[in-house]
Nanobody, 126 residues
Framework: QVQLVESGGGLVQAGGSRRLSCAAS????????MGWFRQAPGKEREFVAA????????YYTDSVKGRFTISRDTAKNTVYLQMNNLKPEDTAVYYC???????????????????WGQGTQVTVSS
């Protein structure tokens, strides 16, 4: 059983930074892509960034390019989302997801995903 557990959310001022973590367990993730999504109040869940577990290839949505960085630590089975220069519009619940046998770019466009975490709230104050 795959488990994804997010942590690192909280309140941060605009312009500040925050690092989210997603601890993955339950199987070997070599053939997986891992991603971050977010859902703001009253809005649909949207893709933020993804990374392939084995090669570390990444893909980002345009609104976070240059500000957010996704990475993974294969020894710790953990995926990170480093968020810099945060803006109030980044306020959302951030979710970690995992897809088997896919690419980072495909994870950004496909509709369904194989596994989800429970989410962590990030609030950016102006």
């Amino acid at each position: 059983q795959v488990q994804l557990v997010e942590s690192g959310g909280g309140l941060v001022q605009a312009g500040g930074s925050r690092r989210l973590s997603c601890a993955a367990s339950g199987r070997t993730f070599r053939s997986y892509a891992m991603g971050w999504f977010r859902q703001a109040p009253g809005k649909e869940r949207e893709f933020v960034a993804a990374i392939t577990w084995s090669a570390g290839n990444t893909y980002y949505t345009d609104s976070v390019k240059g500000r957010f960085t996704i990475s993974r630590d294969t020894a710790k089975n953990t995926v990170y989302l480093q968020m810099n220069n945060l803006k109030p519009e980044d306020t959302a619940v951030y979710y970690c997801a995992a897809d088997v046998l896919t690419t980072a770019q495909a994870m950004g466009v496909r509709e369904g995903h194989d596994y989800w975490g429970q989410g962590t709230q990030v609030t950016v104050s102006s």
